[in-house]
């Protein structure tokens, strides 16, 4: 990952060589008066989020749109450029659960990243782990021995595969009574409401939700086994995450016993 400030040959060919640079309040990123500049690790997957969010229409989301250097590159020395959303990141479990049904709607007719299939990251291996197309041993004490527990009862899923972004809960921008703000883009390929079930099990494990928030949003097709897939996937990204603790996995214990509650 690049490190320090953005280069001066990256901030012009954004033309934003005169710009003040100050780091961003909430993220990774650098402000340079309305537009950010943020650090790109793998030039495919930052040309595909620029595209992707330039194409993004989503009533009640406000969509941070890339900017394009003045070659028409999305991606020039490692960065990329949006246009600043105001806002921060809150607990904030209803919207954010709607914002992700809004976003999936918006993104059905998109067409699948040719990238997910060499992705190893543990967020990749964790989402091939709770779907039961990969097997590993995972370290029981970190919260493999739930995942063993609960994977028994996943049973076939119906709806149709499409892009969802998995990753909104704590990344979704509030500015008091705006819509919320989207900045990124982490995507996968499954039912539209997976998405939205793993922002309420996130909500419930880690944002102080309760069982109510699942219940709230029962209506959704698929709900408990697809809560259940986003139950595992959190569970196995815990196993294999080598920072995570003792208190991430408290938090995914009371989420688990809501989901099953569902069941």
Same mark, same amino acid.
């Given at each position: 990952m690049i490190q320090g400030p953005p280069p001066e040959h990256a901030r012009r060919a954004f033309g934003l060589g005169d710009a003040d640079v100050e780091p961003l309040a909430c993220g990774v990123g650098w402000l340079c008066g309305d537009v950010v500049l943020e650090p790109v690790p793998d030039r495919a997957q930052g040309v595909w989020l620029a595209r992707t969010l330039a194409a993004l229409d989503v009533p009640g989301l406000r969509v941070?749109? @890339?900017? +394009?250097?003045? *070659? /028409?590159?999305?991606?020039? %020395? %490692?960065?990329?450029? &949006?246009?600043? !959303?105001? /806002?921060?990141?809150?607990?904030? @479990?209803?919207? #954010?659960? =709607?914002?992700? !049904?809004? =976003?999936?709607?918006? #993104?059905?007719?998109?067409?699948? @990243?040719?990238?997910?299939?060499?992705? &190893? *990251?543990?967020?990749?291996?964790?989402?091939?782990?709770?779907? %039961?197309?990969?097997?590993?041993? =995972?370290?029981?004490?970190? +919260? /493999?021995? =739930?995942?063993?527990i609960l994977a028994p009862s996943r049973r076939p899923i119906r709806s149709a595969d499409q892009l969802v972004h998995a990753e909104l809960f704590g990344t979704l921008l509030f500015d008091g009574d705006r819509p919320p703000g989207l900045v990124g883009f982490v995507p996968h390929f499954r039912p539209a409401e997976w998405g939205a079930a793993v922002a309420a099990v996130d909500a419930v494990a880690w944002g102080g939700a309760d069982g109510a928030l699942l219940r709230n949003w029962s209506h959704l097709p698929e709900w408990p086994q697809l809560l259940l897939r986003a139950a595992l996937f959190r569970l196995a990204w815990h196993a294999l995450h080598p920072r995570s603790n003792a208190a991430t996995l408290d938090g995914l214990r009371r989420a688990a016993g809501e989901v099953t509650e569902l069941l």
């Amino acid at each position: 990952m690049i490190q320090g400030p953005p280069p001066e040959h990256a901030r012009r060919a954004f033309g934003l060589g005169d710009a003040d640079v100050e780091p961003l309040a909430c993220g990774v990123g650098w402000l340079c008066g309305d537009v950010v500049l943020e650090p790109v690790p793998d030039r495919a997957q930052g040309v595909w989020l620029a595209r992707t969010l330039a194409a993004l229409d989503v009533p009640g989301l406000r969509v941070s749109r @890339p900017l +394009g250097a003045s *070659d /028409g590159r999305w991606v020039v %020395g %490692g960065w990329r450029a &949006r246009r600043h !959303v105001s /806002g921060a990141p809150e607990h904030r @479990p209803d919207d #954010t659960v =709607l914002a992700a !049904v809004r =976003l999936h709607q918006a #993104t059905v007719s998109f067409e699948r @990243p040719a990238f997910l299939d060499e992705r &190893r *990251d543990v967020f990749a291996v964790a989402e091939r782990l709770a779907w %039961g197309e990969e097997h590993r041993e =995972l370290d029981e004490a970190k +919260g /493999g021995r =739930l995942f063993e527990i609960l994977a028994p009862s996943r049973r076939p899923i119906r709806s149709a595969d499409q892009l969802v972004h998995a990753e909104l809960f704590g990344t979704l921008l509030f500015d008091g009574d705006r819509p919320p703000g989207l900045v990124g883009f982490v995507p996968h390929f499954r039912p539209a409401e997976w998405g939205a079930a793993v922002a309420a099990v996130d909500a419930v494990a880690w944002g102080g939700a309760d069982g109510a928030l699942l219940r709230n949003w029962s209506h959704l097709p698929e709900w408990p086994q697809l809560l259940l897939r986003a139950a595992l996937f959190r569970l196995a990204w815990h196993a294999l995450h080598p920072r995570s603790n003792a208190a991430t996995l408290d938090g995914l214990r009371r989420a688990a016993g809501e989901v099953t509650e569902l069941l």
